[in-house]
């Protein structure tokens, strides 16, 4: 009689299932928010630099300061995207000349260059973008681009 009592004061600990539906949670839902919470970390690491860099008005299509060599700047970024390098080049170097402190004129010539695939002349204009302005990602991700196409065009040319 006295095993008998015993088993009745035994206290069995709740099935996970049974917590779960405790908690308002559908199965398989525990667990899974810390993957979401990693998911929008890594989203924000990745975008932050990209927001930062449009907020700042940086890149081709914008001019920050000095209104010097603006149009010139504008043309050097439409010829590139209209594939018209040696005209982007012109108009780069023109940008330059009215405002040499521009890191974007220099993005813009580093570009160019690249799109005729002289990465030497790329890379310096790059080079000079990121010495004007040490925080213009842009600039760091192309150098970082013609960099590793002078790898692979030097890995080329050994063979």
């Not at 008998?4 to 035994?10: C, F, I, L, P």
């Not at 932050?48 to 603006?70: C, D, H, K, L």
């Not at 993005?107 to 790059?126: K, T």
């Amino acid at each position: 009689m006295t095993d008998e009592s015993n088993d009745d004061r035994r206290i069995e600990p709740p099935h996970p299932q049974s917590c779960r539906q405790s908690r308002n949670r559908a199965p398989g839902v525990v667990g899974d928010g810390w993957r979401w919470g990693i998911a929008v970390a890594i989203v924000v690491l990745l975008t932050y630099p990209v927001v930062r860099w449009m907020i700042s008005g940086e890149g081709g299509t914008a001019v920050t300061g000095s209104a010097a060599g603006a149009k010139e700047l504008q043309l050097s970024f439409e010829y590139y995207r209209d594939g018209r390098y040696q005209d982007a080049i012109a108009a780069a170097k023109a940008a330059i000349a009215a405002n040499p402190s521009s890191a974007n004129a220099y993005n813009n010539l580093a570009v160019s260059y690249m799109g005729l695939h002289q990465v030497d002349d790329a890379i310096h204009a790059a080079q000079e973008a990121i010495r004007l302005d040490p925080n213009f990602q842009l600039a760091k991700n192309n150098l970082a681009w013609f960099q590793q196409e002078r790898l692979r065009s030097g890995a080329g040319e050994a063979r």
